[in-house]
């Protein structure tokens, strides 16, 4: 796989038009990109976090999320997902699945080297579906001992997977990988979150992520959806804000999609922690149906 270095992460706006342009045309790919696209010395904007902090839920503060690389990296994952050789059109992509390993909590300090690829394009018993994996490097904080060449290593690394919904897809039985269990391992819900419609358009804003059916009624509907829907990420990094300080810096976390947030809406959250194993299981439901919205589990 060839890797294409850039000096700085691409423009959103020239990305979005590409999106737009290429979600008009068929696409006859069936196969991932294949290049790993990456960029170094990403820096962390102090208020960018602030404002990501306030949409997903988390405490204000000069700190790092789990979950905020992914919208760090976001720019880069979109020039990937935009181009050509990518087997969908990025309008109407659903995100179902997500796996974060962090070995170490990131800084606002830190300088991030950034590398996204795409994988595993695969069929889905609700489509197709198909992985963006991104990691993150950074310098060791400590620095090289004596005699050795400052080097970085990968601290942070996540698989994406996204579906492309289609009727006429025979059923297929999901990849281990593509679905944790559906069983309530949560418990009861311990907190109810009303979310309104502006959720949609406030992490747009802070994650670049301008995808319609998180912010238009008529793309929503055009995408099967009654209406608007809440990211994924932002679903998910609401359950993670719900967890703080029980998150360990060095963590797994790992949550499927089950059924969309529609916005407006109130959802439950819940949780359990199995202490012999140190994990905590949480879920996001319908606050007045119980349907299922997400499953998760943080480990250390």
């Given at each position: ?53 306030r949409a997903c839920g988390f405490r204000v503060a000069d700190t790092v999320p789990v979950t905020y690389p992914h919208v760090v990296a976001f720019p880069l994952a979109l020039e ?221």
């Amino acid at each position: 796989m060839a890797i294409e270095e850039a000096g700085e992460l691409p423009a959103l706006g020239g990305l979005y038009r590409r999106a737009i342009l290429g979600g008009l045309t068929s696409r006859s790919v069936d196969g991932a990109p294949q290049a790993e696209l990456l960029v170094r010395g990403v820096r962390i904007d102090r208020d960018h976090i602030a404002r990501y902090n306030r949409a997903c839920g988390f405490r204000v503060a000069d700190t790092v999320p789990v979950t905020y690389p992914h919208v760090v990296a976001f720019p880069l994952a979109l020039e990937l997902m935009t181009r050509p050789e990518f087997p969908f059109g990025l309008i109407g992509l659903v995100h179902i699945g997500l796996h974060i390993e962090q070995s170490r909590a990131l800084t606002t300090d830190d300088r991030l080297d950034i590398t996204v690829r795409a994988e595993n394009l695969r069929d889905h018993e609700r489509g197709r579906a198909i992985d963006v994996l991104t990691t993150v490097a950074t310098l060791d904080p400590a620095g090289p001992g004596p005699g050795e060449a400052a080097e970085s290593r990968i601290v942070w690394r996540e698989r994406s997977t996204y579906l492309r919904r289609s009727r006429r897809t025979r059923p297929t039985t999901p990849r281990p990988d593509d679905e944790l269990a559906t069983e309530d391992l949560a418990g009861e819900a311990s907190a109810v979150w009303p979310v309104s419609t502006a959720a949609g358009p406030s992490y747009a804003a802070v994650s670049g992520d301008h995808n319609p059916i998180h912010t238009s009624w008529v793309a929503a509907r055009l995408f099967g959806f009654p209406r608007p829907i809440a990211h994924g990420m932002w679903s998910i990094a609401r359950g993670v804000a719900a967890l703080e300080g029980r998150v360990p810096d060095q963590c797994v976390v790992e949550a499927t999609l089950k059924a969309p947030v529609l916005l407006p809406g109130t959802v439950a959250f819940s949780s359990t922690a199995r202490v012999s194993a140190g994990t905590i299981d949480f879920a996001l439901r319908d606050a007045r149906t119980g349907r299922l919205h997400l499953s998760g589990t943080v480990a250390p």
